[in-house]
C-alpha cells in the first residue's frame, strides 16, 4: 500500500525518535487519516530488522482493524493474544493483543521481558491506565509508539508522564485543507439546554445528570434537527445514556426519521450497523457513546453530540465518526449540531475545539458561530479567529513590541517574530514533555541566530525547536526572513511576516535606495500591503 506523504513522513519521523533515543514516543493523526496503515508500516520496518511486535488495544473491534489493516497495507499475518487465544509458541513476528487478557499476570509469565522488541499502543490516551502500564512495565526494553487522534496541550502534558515526545503531528485542518478529510460545518441549534444541575464525576459531566437534565428538551432537539436539514442528511446522535439514547430515537421516529439505536447490550448490534450502513438520508443511529471509537462509517454526514463534555479528546471521537471522505454517496461536507448549553463552565467542549488551536481562539469561533445565522465552515472561521486573536494581542503588546522594533539590534525577538508572522499556536506555545523544558542545544542556539533570532530570549529546547521547524518551512514557501521582519518593522510596517520574500526584499531595496532615510513616497506603512502594493 502507497502511503501518503504525510504517512511516510510520519513513518520516518517515528523511526527517528526510537533511532535518536527517544524509546516513547507518540504519533497524532486525525481519525480517518489512515493512523492504522502508518502504525502496521512501522510494525513491518520492525519485522524487517529482526524484531517482534506487540499491538495492544482494549477493544476486539480495534483489534480486528489492526490484523486486517497489517495483511492489506504489509501482506503480515499475526497472532492473537485473547480471551483463549494465544500467540505463545507461535512463528508469526506480530501480535495483536487485547490489554485486558494481557494484563493478567498468568499470560504476562508466558513471554520473556525482552520478547517484543516495539509496542504499539493504538488510542494511546488510554496508555496510563493501571492495565496498560503493567503490560508496558513487563516489557522495559520495548520501542514504544502511542497512537491517537487527540492528544492537545492537556492531554500531552498528561501523557508527558509516559511518552518522551511526539514524533508527529498532523493536524485535523491540515488534512481538510489538503483534502484528506472533508470540511466541517458547525450550527448553532437555538436550544437552550440547563445544565446548572449536572455534577462533575472524575473531571467530566456525571452522564446520569446530564441524561435526566436532557429529557425535556429531546422533542424539541429532533423538531430542531428536521429544520436543519438532517433529513437529508446521514446522522450518528451520541447520548449520555442508553434510556436516553431510547427515547431520542422513539422522538425521531414520530417525526418520519429513520431512527435505530445501538447499546452495549444489544443483542442485534452487528444487524442494526450494518442497516445503517445500507442507510441513506434521514436515518439516524442513536447511540450511549459506544460509537466513539473502532467504528467507521464514511457515508456519515451530521454528527449531533448531546453528550455535553469537558474532555476534548471525546468530544472530537465524537466528531471524527463524521469526518471521513465518501465521494461515492455524494458526501461534500460534515454538519456539526451545536446546542446552547447553559453552564457557567467554561471549559465545556463546543465545534470551535475541534480545530481551535487555543481557548482564546475557540471562545472568538464559539462568538462568531452564534451569530452566524447558520452553518458556518469551521477552517474558515478558525482561520479568522486566529487572526482576531492575535490582532488583539498584537494591541496588548503594542508598546512591548515598539520596544522591540526601536532595539538597537541586529536580531528579531521571538515574541515579534511570533506576532508578525500570525503565528497564534508560536505565540500561546507552553511545553508539555520534560525533554521540551530543558535548556536549548548549543547547536540550536547557533542555528537560531543564523536565522535571525535573539537565541538568549529561547528559553527552553521545546521552544527552540519549535522556531527552528518553522523558519524552515517559511523558507521552503519563500517568506520574508527574521531579518526583514526587524529592519521593515523598524520603518513601521506590520506583519511583515506575512509577506513573501520578494516583497520584503524589494521595498528594503526602495528604502536603501533613498539612504535609508525613511520609507518611499506615497506609501503609509501602517496600511502596507504588498499584494496590492498600496
Not at 496498560?132 to 520501542?143: N, R
Not at 531579518?483 to 520584503?504: D, H, N
Amino acid at each position: 500500500m502507497e502511503l501518503r506523504p504525510y504517512q511516510q513522513a510520519a513513518r520516518e519521523a517515528i523511526e527517528r525518535e526510537w533511532e535518536g533515543g527517544r524509546a516513547r514516543t507518540l504519533l497524532v493523526l486525525p481519525t480517518g487519516c489512515g493512523k492504522t496503515v502508518v502504525f502496521c508500516t512501522v510494525a513491518k520496518d520492525v519485522v524487517d530488522a529482526g524484531g517482534r511486535v506487540l499491538i495492544l488495544a482494549h477493544r476486539g473491534e480495534l483489534l480486528q482493524q489492526a490484523a486486517d489493516k497489517l495483511r492489506a497495507a504489509t501482506g503480515l499475518g499475526c497472532s492473537v493474544e485473547r480471551a483463549e487465544e494465544t500467540s505463545a509458541g507461535s512463528w508469526y513476528r506480530v501480535t495483536v493483543g487485547s490489554v485486558q487478557t494481557l494484563m493478567r499476570p498468568k499470560r504476562l509469565a508466558r513471554f520473556a521481558p525482552d520478547h517484543f522488541d516495539a509496542i504499539v499502543v493504538d488510542e494511546a490516551h488510554h496508555a496510563l491506565s493501571d492495565s496498560y502500564q503493567q503490560v508496558l512495565g513487563h516489557f522495559p526494553g520495548a520501542k514504544v509508539l502511542g497512537v491517537t487522534a487527540t492528544a492537545d496541550r492537556g492531554d500531552k502534558r498528561d501523557l508527558g508522564q509516559y511518552f518522551e515526545s511526539v514524533a508527529y503531528e498532523y493536524t485535523l485542518p491540515t488534512a481538510i485543507r489538503e483534502g484528506y478529510l472533508c470540511p466541517i460545518r458547525a450550527e448553532t441549534v437555538p436550544v437552550a439546554i440547563d445544565l446548572a444541575g449536572v455534577r462533575v464525576s472524575s473531571g467530566d459531566f456525571a452522564a446520569g445528570d446530564l441524561g435526566t437534565a436532557l429529557d425535556p428538551y429531546l422533542g424539541r432537539i429532533a423538531d430542531e434537527m428536521a429544520a436543519a436539514g438532517c433529513m437529508g442528511r446521514k446522522t450518528v446522535a451520541f447520548l449520555p445514556l442508553v434510556a436516553t439514547s431510547k427515547k431520542f430515537a422513539a422522538a425521531l421516529a414520530e417525526r418520519g426519521f429513520d431512527a435505530m439505536e445501538v447499546n452495549g447490550d444489544s443483542t442485534d448490534r452487528a444487524e442494526t450497523l450494518a442497516r445503517f450502513d445500507a442507510a441513506g438520508p434521514g436515518s439516524v443511529l442513536c447511540n450511549s457513546m459506544l460509537l466513539t471509537e473502532g467504528w467507521d462509517c464514511p457515508s456519515v454526514d451530521c454528527v449531533v453530540v448531546l453528550r455535553a463534555t469537558k474532555v476534548r479528546s471525546l468530544y472530537v471521537q465524537m466528531v471524527g465518526r463524521g469526518t471521513r471522505l465518501s465521494p461515492a454517496t455524494g458526501k461534500t461536507d460534515l454538519l456539526v449540531l451545536d446546542f446552547l448549553w447553559m453552564t457557567e463552565r467554561h471549559d465545556l467542549c463546543r465545534p470551535a475545539h475541534i480545530v481551535a488551536r487555543s481557548p482564546e481562539v475557540a471562545e472568538r469561533m464559539t462568538q462568531i458561530a452564534e451569530t452566524a445565522g447558520g452553518p458556518v465552515d469551521l477552517d474558515a472561521v478558525e482561520r479568522q479567529a486566529s487572526e482576531d486573536v492575535v490582532r488583539q494581542r498584537e494591541e496588548a503588546l503594542a508598546e512591548q513590541l515598539a520596544s522591540m522594533r526601536k532595539r538597537k539590534r541586529a536580531l528579531v525577538d521571538p515574541v515579534q517574530f511570533a506576532m508578525s508572522i500570525r503565528s497564534e499556536d508560536l505565540a500561546g506555545w507552553e511545553p508539555a514533555f520534560p525533554a521540551e523544558l530543558e535548556p536549548p542545544t548549543e547547536k540550536q542556539l547557533a542555528a537560531l541566530e543564523r536565522y535571525g533570532i535573539f537565541p538568549d530570549a529561547v528559553e527552553c529546547r521545546g521552544k527552540a525547536s519549535l522556531l527552528l521547524d518553522r523558519l524552515a518551512q517559511r523558507r521552503r514557501e519563500g517568506l520574508a526572513t527574521p531579518k526583514q521582519i526587524r529592519r521593515l518593522e523598524s520603518y513601521g510596517f506590520r506583519a511583515v511576516g506575512t509577506w513573501p520574500f520578494e516583497a520584503a526584499s524589494n521595498m528594503i531595496g526602495r528604502i536603501a535606495a533613498q539612504g535609508w532615510r525613511g520609507v518611499p513616497r506615497g506609501v503609509d506603512p501602517a496600511t502596507y500591503d504588498p499584494r496590492n502594493g498600496v
